[in-house]
């Protein structure tokens, strides 16, 4: 559930004529009658649009194979997942008062950050990676050589060309099973990026791929609904799912449905830099 507004927080919104609707479900979008119909403590409502924004986010994208496994191990994707992990965290250091000792099965620039804020903590970590360097999307080969250098640094273990088989619950802690045998930690995180929201946009038959389809305009395929943010898929079919191009979407598109801006949204200068404790990469990032 995501986090309550804060009353001052509500004060201001109020004051600036923006209704806000917490607690409750969008159960279907009408395009016929331009209607989103949601579901709360108070019961069905009809909320009537004349233009629509989708800013429905993503989740943390999970591997099919490691469907049969949910139950037994965490994802790190929002509030209520940084909450969960601290709780562990917590209850690692009641109840055995020791650090905690986490793998993590991912490879990009999410995963990379949270072992380094993790090691850096005080926490035991190791890494497991499918492929033979880290953040191969995100970096060219030497910076590879370099980031592994600072994560060696930190102690943390990194294994590459991990394919993972299993993972299982075992007296309380978490087994890793690969073709090298198991491994066995506290809790295990899947890092394995993000999947856009784009089930109620595929169900009210808009056009979606990786994301929702949208124009320069942000606009979808229906003319009154629009998208932003890292459900969006730009004509490039890039999604900017960093916050400096978010935010840049955000402030272009009121300015556009109130009639203050023509051009289409163009994508700011940005660069995605991951923030490892120690480590800054000597080319620039693939994007």
């Not at 099973?177 to 066995?184: A, C, D, N, W, Y």
């Amino acid at each position: 559930m995501p986090p309550v507004l804060s009353i001052d927080l509500f004060s201001l919104i109020k004051k600036i004529n923006i209704s806000v609707f917490e607690s409750i479900t969008v159960t279907g979008i009408d395009r016929s009658t331009q209607s989103v119909h949601i579901q709360g403590e108070k019961g069905a409502e009809a909320l009537i649009y004349d233009r629509l924004v989708i800013a429905t986010g993503s989740a943390a994208f999970i591997p099919p194979p490691f469907y049969p496994f949910r139950d037994n191990f965490y994802v790190f994707n929002s509030l209520h997942d940084l909450i969960e992990l601290r709780h562990v965290q917590k209850r690692i250091l009641d109840e055995k008062k020791r650090a905690t000792e986490w793998a993590i099965i991912g490879r990009g620039l999410i995963g990379c950050e949270l072992f380094s804020d993790l090691a850096v903590s005080g926490d035991k970590v190791s890494l497991f990676h499918a492929e033979n360097r880290l953040m191969e999307r995100q970096l060219v080969a030497e910076d590879s050589l370099k980031l592994l250098a600072v994560m060696h640094s930190h102690s943390i273990d990194v294994k590459f060309q991990q394919a993972i088989q299993a993972i299982e619950k075992i007296d309380g802690r978490t087994s890793i099973l690969t073709e090298e045998g198991h491994s066995v930690y506290d809790a295990v995180i899947v890092s394995c990026g993000f999947k856009p929201r784009t089930e109620l946009a595929g169900n009210i038959g808009l056009e979606t791929q990786r994301g929702i389809l949208v124009n320069r305009y942000l606009q979808t395929s229906d003319k009154n609904i629009f998208s932003l943010g890292d459900v969006a898929e730009l004509p490039d079919n890039k999604l900017y799912a960093y916050i400096l191009p978010i935010r840049s979407q955000a402030n272009w598109l009121a300015t556009y449905l109130c009639g203050q801006e023509t051009a289409g949204w163009q994508v700011p200068d940005f660069s995605a830099v991951a923030k490892v404790h120690g480590f800054e990469a000597d080319h620039p990032y693939v994007f």
